[in-house]
């Protein structure tokens, strides 16, 4: 057990530390929160930043035009990142994160040199489309059908929470290919250009009164052959594997900025008096129990990943990645209604930072696999509990 | 940085767990819980035994016997005692090893007391640390028949196998008791004391999530495995996350060893312990509530630990008074406090 | 002893559901809902037919055109209130209605204010109920335009459909403002003011507990109804327990309208209320997140009103306050507390 | 809604009154907890004493040798027993709540002369044989075994949380009559006398090291037919239909009693300071909304009982019970655990009567149906969700 950083490891958090230094008070002023365009002009302006440093695609391989980071280099990235107050990787999340690691790992040579480097340098902007109306924690049931023509795919079907759709130049599209097969079998994995005829996106407005999600309706959309990741009737797999891209740096950042909420929420409660109650005060040191046991789970998570790796494994930290989750969901939930009960009457202002904060934490308990659905991944995979009925 | 335990500590640990499996088996466990009260007298052949082992001793040099380890290792083979249950003032008797005769090797007895409350196993100890004031004094005991007594009314421990005594007053501080400990004090070693005791309860919390995952698996009821039932699996679920959060917690801590990090890790360790013990009682339904399953022994030692060294809302002051020394406190690693902050145009 | 409601009161609650879901159907809080901000004007004829139907009139004595009926009525009336998500400052002009002029006809609309703090509806408010004194004064606000304006923000509240103003300072007592209510004063409207927002919360907990059945019931996942579930049954479950805890809470202080079953009421409505949307939510997975679903409204307006006339801290010393009178003043009946209890050889 | 009493039931409280009044002072000393015949004999006195006073039997119908009592006047005579801190039920509880009113509704006319006088009269106590080591939750599973042979069934097997079983003189035994029956159908209700050869009586050592509750083994004890209450067969309906027995007010005195421990925390709390920490004191307070809840919920329950006989109805307050029951348990257990919290490290004190409480706590989300049971009742027959799997 060992929470020192090696001496190569603290070299690259200086240079980075140097960089954003130099760099961050240079970004032009963020965009509105509503105007998408502006929003993805911005996110790929960092990106393009990241590029030219040699900070892009961090723990994507080297031969994919990564960086081939260590998981716990990456994890330094985002402890320092988000400390700095730099952007978040916003509109590419999607293309950094899981449809540009696919491809890097399931595409032939010449789709890795389509796709990967435009994702890179903050030119292209992917989107996902897995879940539908109709599955939701039952991703496998979903519907839409790619039916061949050809040499192209004619798709059929609806997806839903996609976000960024509207600034989208290209979506990574879960279909069914083989009706006749059983549920996880029949999928293929394709990647779909959003200005494609056929393709409408529909802004989904959410509670918090938010449109970064949309619904992608697919009417008859040709998709080439050439376009497909994987083989055939391979695509629940080829989305599996990208999955496991996460190299239990998944809420790293994240993590780290609700420490810093939290010192912000102690602060204001000493300027208004709530700290003064026992019970709230007591209430915000629990919660600093909590995210400082988060961040040491995701330290362990990495040290996991990266053993594996050194030990010619996946990087894929167990399932340490469900434990994580529902922990920190919870949380952060529990966080934002600390914060609603220290600005008392205040919480009900929507333009207040916090509120809408505890709006899109409602979010954290569903999204990516619900609580319920990551403690049967817990009990059923973790804890070898004999599968439900 | 690696929070995993590495080949050696693994193996430290694991020879603990074999170590206890043939010394301290469930059936003296039993024996100790079944036997009327009171309870059997202190088994010093076995303190002795965990004195060969080097629990007391671990963290001394090798030049005065010790194994030269440092609280990491400790932590992990406390947390076999707290699996195992094992009775006894563990932590005291690990904190006084190099400093009070006998300690080291298990000859002695050592217990503590930091303030006015619950004492354990206080007739059976040669010797009483006591670390409520800046340096460590040690009372001389032997086994309460020494000239320097410190005066405890028995209480009927509500955790079977660990005798209580109820002390309302602690001795002022007499320099020429003063135990020979270096500069951190009787601060430090409250430190290492609650993080023992939080490891113990790591422990116990592992142990009950294994009770509670091995019943759900082998309990037919309804024709089918309890463990198919998703009310069960799910309470399994948030018992596991329970332990998880509570080991890295206590894992990191033993390495910062930082006010903020002890702190947490004793909140969780002792909440892992006894919502988790809670858990496994009410997984195993009317056996839990039976004297003969091992579940409400871990339940009432955590009730035990959970009142040791340092409580929950002791802890959430530590943890709140952290808060607000600055923006970037909340932070765990300590780093960051270094960075000058003024730079960032975005905040 | 009859805690049911009686016919009568059950065909009043009845008759409310019904003329809600003519006048108020979900298309029109729709409508409100998802209008552009800032939010549609005040539909002054929807409190009109309020006014006709005697919701707030309920109370008066049949002489002063009202009903003559009392708070256990107006809890179920208002517990469809809540239900339907029915807006505007239904329990300020309520507890106008016969003191404001035009309150008990739905032609006048009253707000109310009892410390600093957000103030509902208050441009499209006639006069505003301060309740921040021993008696009870009024402001005739004239919609915002009156000559006793009320300053305050407008903030862009969370709820859609309940402006909101943020209102720093209240006037001071002005005695020829007085509002000609008998002895009781303002702490009996504070009162009768917790008591018919807990009843709306109890009605928002029963609707979304009903909707999260209904989805349960309804939606497929992995083949088969999500209500198979157990995990889904349970938090079902939980959610009826919360609820019904509640209605005995609030129908109990409408009768008793003692300061402990009043504080007992809010605190338990609205732990139900926020708590049954947080489930309920939940419960919906995506759907539960968008805009167009309608759980949503009922956690924001079940946040709104947890924060109005006594939140959880306040209500939570009262009731302890309750508890330090004596040995059997934790026994909710009043009667108790006549008995002598030295004959008690027992204790 | 109304909670004012009728001029009756305030006459029946008004006597009552009195006449705790006047017997309470006179009662003997409590025996020691851990001596069952000793406990048995008080037990019995009181009962007597209730029975010379004409409360023996309050809620029995009049038939059945009781008083037949509305719901409403059973209700204030738990309150008023607690309240005066008059004893307990006790070692008659199976008798008098539970196998005699099984009896009276099941049993023959010699049956019913038989047995329900002395249960009355508090003469002869009853224990209960229903849960098996391998029947908890799933009591229909039972395999305690009976077999025809002449005029007697043999019956084989083990029972398990039968309590007062050492001093008890007949137990209520639900035991498998037809092997090859489903579940709930082979299953027939014996009268067993406790003193038959082959009966064998194992205290049963608690975690709170109470012995109320014992083992009971059986091997080959003859129990006559003429023992059988109801149809051979019959037994699973027939004990449900005791069950409903039970008209909203099963625990109503255990809640006056935790009212008036929440009453002696506060007191406690603030002679030893703890009064002082916000926090706890507005737990306090939460719990005493919690009890005045459950009080009320009560009161609803025995509302809707009495409305039912009123109306013809069988008293049973529909399903009120469960919502209770787990509300209840959880209650009693935060009452405890809040105490634990007052008392500091006393709380480790096992003599410490809170102790002993908090201890027995822990059995009231298991015993008489787990929360989780109480669950799948609520969300299955009163809220119609389909029939999990």
Same mark, same amino acid.
Request: charged share 25%.
């Given at each position: 057990?060992?929470?020192?950083?090696?001496?190569?490891?603290?070299?690259?958090?200086?240079?980075?530390?140097?960089?954003?230094? *130099?760099?961050?008070?240079?970004?032009?002023?963020?965009?509105?929160? %509503?105007?998408?365009?502006? /929003?993805?002009?911005?996110?790929?302006? +960092?990106?393009?930043?990241?590029?030219?440093?040699?900070?892009?695609?961090?723990? +994507?391989?080297?031969?994919?035009?990564?960086? @081939?980071?260590?998981?716990?280099?990456?994890?330094?990235?985002?402890?320092?990142?988000?400390?700095?107050?730099?952007?978040? #990787?916003?509109?590419?999340?999607?293309?950094?994160?899981?449809?540009?690691?696919?491809?890097?790992?399931?595409?032939?040579?010449?789709?890795?040199?389509?796709?990967?480097?435009?994702?890179?340098?903050?030119?292209?902007?992917?989107?996902?489309?897995? $879940?539908?109306?109709?599955?939701?924690?039952?991703?496998?049931?979903?519907?839409? /059908?790619?039916?061949?023509?050809?040499?192209?795919?004619?798709?059929?079907?609806?997806?839903?929470?996609?976000?960024?759709?509207?600034?989208?130049? +290209?979506?990574?599209?879960?279909?069914?290919?083989?009706?006749?097969?059983?549920?996880? *079998?029949?999928? %293929?994995?394709?990647?779909?250009?959003?200005?494609?005829?056929?393709?409408?996106?529909?802004?989904?407005?959410?509670?918090?009164?938010?449109?970064?999600?949309?619904?992608?309706?697919?009417?008859?959309?040709?998709?080439?052959?050439?376009?497909?990741?994987?083989?055939?009737?391979?695509?629940?797999?080829?989305?599996?594997?990208?999955?496991?891209?996460?190299?239990?740096?998944?809420?790293?950042?994240?993590?780290?900025?609700?420490?810093?909420?939290?010192?912000?929420?102690?602060?204001?409660?000493?300027?208004?008096? *709530?700290?003064?109650?026992?019970?709230? /005060?007591?209430?915000?040191?629990?919660?600093?129990?909590?995210?400082?046991?988060? +961040?040491?789970?995701?330290?362990?998570?990495?040290?996991?990943?990266?053993? $594996?790796?050194?030990?010619?494994?996946?990087?894929?930290?167990?399932?340490?990645?469900? #434990?994580?989750?529902?922990?920190?969901?919870?949380?952060?939930?529990?966080?934002?209604?600390?914060?609603?009960?220290?600005?008392?009457?205040?919480?009900?202002?929507?333009?207040?930072?916090?509120?809408?904060? *505890?709006? %899109?934490?409602?979010?954290?308990?569903?999204?990516?696999?619900?609580?319920?659905?990551?403690?049967?991944?817990?009990?059923? /995979?973790?804890? @070898?509990?004999?599968?439900?009925? | 940085?690696?929070?995993?335990?590495?080949?050696?500590?693994?193996?430290?640990?694991?020879?603990?767990?074999?170590?206890?499996?043939?010394?301290?088996?469930?059936?003296?466990?039993?024996?100790?819980?079944?036997?009327?009260?009171?309870?059997?007298?202190?088994?010093?052949?076995?303190?002795?035994?965990?004195?060969?082992? !080097?629990?007391?001793?671990?963290?001394?040099?090798?030049?005065?016997?010790?194994?030269?380890?440092?609280? =990491?290792?400790?932590?992990?083979?406390?947390?076999?005692? !707290?699996?195992?249950?094992?009775?006894? =003032?563990?932590?005291?008797?690990?904190?006084?090893?190099?400093?009070v005769p006998g300690?080291?090797?298990?000859?002695a007895v050592v217990t503590?007391?930091?303030?006015?409350?619950?004492?354990?196993?206080l007739d059976a100890s040669d010797a009483v640390?006591l670390?409520?004031?800046?340096?460590?004094?040690v009372l001389s005991t032997a086994g309460g028949t020494g000239r320097e007594k410190l005066p405890g009314?028995?209480?009927?421990?509500?955790?079977?196998?660990?005798?209580?005594?109820?002390?309302?007053?602690?001795p002022?501080?007499?320099?020429?008791h003063?135990?020979?400990?270096?500069?951190?004090?009787?601060?430090?070693?409250?430190?290492?004391?609650?993080?023992?005791?939080?490891?113990?309860?790591?422990?116990?919390?592992?142990?009950?999530?294994?009770?509670?995952?091995?019943?759900?698996?082998?309990?037919?009821?309804? !024709?089918?495995?309890?463990?198919?039932?998703?009310?069960?699996?799910?309470?399994?679920?948030?018992?596991?996350?329970?332990?998880?959060?509570?080991?890295?917690?206590?894992?990191?801590?033993?390495?910062?060893?930082?006010?903020?990090?002890?702190?947490?890790?004793?909140?969780?360790?002792?909440?892992?312990?006894?919502?988790?013990?809670?858990?496994?009682?009410?997984?195993?339904?009317?056996?839990?509530?039976?004297?003969?399953?091992?579940?409400?022994?871990?339940?009432?030692?955590?009730?035990?630990?959970?009142?040791?060294?340092?409580?929950?809302?002791?802890?959430?002051?530590?943890?709140?008074?952290?808060?607000?020394?600055?923006?970037?406190?909340?932070?765990?690693?300590?780093?960051?406090?270094?960075?000058?902050?003024?730079?960032? !145009?975005?905040?």
């Open positions: 057990m060992d929470l020192t950083y090696s001496p190569e490891e603290e070299d690259f958090r200086r240079c980075l530390r140097a960089w954003l230094r *130099r760099t961050l008070p240079k970004l032009p002023p963020k965009p509105p929160p %509503s105007d998408w365009p502006a /929003r993805r002009a911005y996110d790929c302006a +960092w990106q393009r930043a990241l590029y030219d440093a040699g900070y892009a695609g961090l723990h +994507w391989p080297v031969d994919a035009g990564g960086q @081939g980071a260590t998981p716990t280099q990456h994890l330094i990235f985002l402890e320092e990142t988000e400390l700095a107050g730099a952007p978040y #990787v916003g509109a590419n999340f999607v293309g950094l994160l899981h449809a540009g690691p696919t491809i890097a790992t399931e595409g032939t040579a010449g789709q890795r040199a389509r796709w990967l480097p435009p994702i890179l340098r903050g030119e292209e902007v992917w989107c996902q489309g897995f $879940s539908e109306p109709e599955a939701g924690s039952d991703l496998a049931s979903l519907r839409t /059908r790619a039916v061949r023509d050809g040499d192209a795919y004619v798709v059929t079907g609806s997806k839903i929470w996609t976000s960024h759709a509207q600034v989208a130049d +290209w979506c990574e599209l879960l279909v069914r290919t083989d009706p006749a097969a059983p549920r996880h *079998r029949g999928l %293929s994995w394709l990647a779909l250009p959003m200005d494609a005829p056929g393709v409408t996106v529909r802004p989904l407005r959410t509670l918090a009164g938010s449109t970064e999600f949309a619904e992608v309706f697919l009417d008859d959309v040709r998709i080439p052959l050439a376009h497909r990741i994987g083989a055939e009737n391979d695509g629940w797999r080829v989305t599996m594997v990208t999955l496991s891209f996460e190299r239990g740096t998944a809420f790293a950042g994240e993590v780290v900025a609700c420490c810093r909420t939290l010192a912000r929420l102690a602060a204001v409660a000493k300027e208004n008096g *709530r700290w003064e109650d026992t019970a709230l /005060r007591r209430r915000l040191g629990r919660l600093n129990a909590d995210f400082t046991a988060l +961040w040491r789970l995701v330290q362990a998570n990495v040290s996991e990943a990266e053993s $594996s790796l050194r030990t010619g494994g996946d990087g894929v930290p167990g399932l340490g990645g469900s #434990v994580f989750k529902l922990h920190y969901s919870q949380a952060r939930q529990e966080l934002y209604d600390t914060a609603a009960d220290i600005l008392g009457p205040h919480c009900l202002d929507a333009d207040h930072e916090w509120t809408a904060e *505890r709006l %899109s934490s409602l979010s954290y308990t569903i999204a990516a696999g619900t609580s319920q659905i990551q403690r049967n991944i817990i009990a059923e /995979r973790i804890l @070898g509990l004999p599968k439900g009925r | 940085m690696d929070l995993r335990p590495d080949d050696d500590q693994r193996a430290l640990k694991a020879g603990m767990r074999e170590l206890l499996q043939a010394r301290f088996p469930r059936e003296r466990l039993r024996e100790a819980a079944d036997a009327d009260r009171p309870g059997p007298a202190f088994d010093r052949a076995l303190w002795r035994a965990l004195g060969e082992a !080097g629990l007391f001793s671990l963290r001394l040099p090798e030049k005065d016997g010790g194994a030269g380890l440092g609280l =990491p290792e400790a932590v992990l083979v406390f947390e076999e005692a !707290g699996r195992a249950l094992l009775p006894g =003032p563990l932590v005291a008797t690990h904190l006084a090893a190099g400093h300690a080291a090797e298990g000859a503590a007391v930091d303030r006015p409350g619950m004492v354990e196993h640390l670390l409520n004031h800046p340096s460590v004094h009314r028995p209480v009927r421990s509500v955790d079977p196998t660990t005798p209580l005594y109820d002390v309302r007053q602690l002022p501080a007499v320099t020429d003063a135990m020979q400990v270096a500069a951190p004090g009787a601060d430090r070693l409250r430190r290492e004391a609650a993080l023992l005791t939080a490891a113990q309860q790591l422990g116990s919390a592992s142990r009950t999530l294994e009770m509670a995952v091995d019943h759900a698996r082998t309990r037919i009821q309804f !024709g089918r495995p309890i463990g198919t039932f998703q009310a069960v699996q799910h309470l399994c679920a948030q018992m596991l996350v329970r332990a998880e959060i509570a080991r890295s917690s206590v894992h990191a801590a033993s390495l910062t060893m930082t006010a903020c990090d002890i702190s947490a890790a004793k909140l969780l360790a002792d909440d892992a312990a006894v919502r988790n013990a809670r858990d496994c009682l009410q997984l195993h339904g009317g056996l839990g509530f039976s004297w003969d399953m091992d579940v409400h022994l871990h339940l009432k030692r955590s009730w035990l630990r959970l009142e040791q060294w340092q409580g929950a809302y002791e802890a959430e002051e530590v943890l709140a008074a952290a808060l607000s020394n600055g923006p970037t406190e909340g932070v765990p690693d300590h780093r960051f406090r270094e960075m000058d902050w003024t730079f960032n !145009g975005v905040e």
